[in-house]
């Protein structure tokens, strides 16, 4: 079993700073994927960017640019940092780890509860 423990959302204004960050405890081998997705209200939930072990990237068109994530596998936590928020960018981000290792044959995707960032414009 994964829990996924999230921090950093808030308010912010337009055109600021916000880092994210989400750690993964329990009992597992290896986590394959981190990443977050975000889901606004009165949509569906989206990807924002995903890292792998390898720390190879994988973001959505509308953050790239703007949005860098970062991860520390000794750790295995997961940093998103995002620049240049937009009005847009107000959602609940949830943090995602996918092919966790939770034993020798068992693997199992894990979320976070999610942490709100809103930006005003």
């Known amino acids: 079993q994964v829990q996924l423990v999230e921090s950093g959302g808030g308010l912010v204004q337009a055109g600021g700073s916000l880092r994210l960050s989400c750690a993964a405890s329990?009992?597992?081998?290896?986590?394959?994927?981190m990443g977050w997705y975000r889901q606004a209200p009165g949509k569906q939930r989206e990807l924002v960017g995903e890292?792998?072990?390898?720390?190879?990237?994988n973001y959505a068109d509308s953050v790239k640019g703007r949005f860098t994530l970062s991860r520390d596998n000794a750790k295995n936590t997961v940093f998103l940092q995002m620049n240049s928020l937009k009005a847009e960018d107000t959602a609940v981000y949830f943090c995602?780890?996918?092919?966790?290792?939770?034993?020798?044959?068992?693997?199992?995707?894990?979320w976070g509860q999610g942490t709100q960032v809103t930006v005003s414009s």
């Open positions: 329990g009992r597992f081998f290896s986590i394959a994927v």
């Open positions: 995602y780890a996918g092919g966790v290792l939770d034993t020798e044959t068992t693997v199992n995707n894990y």
């Open positions: 890292i792998t072990r390898a720390r190879n990237t």
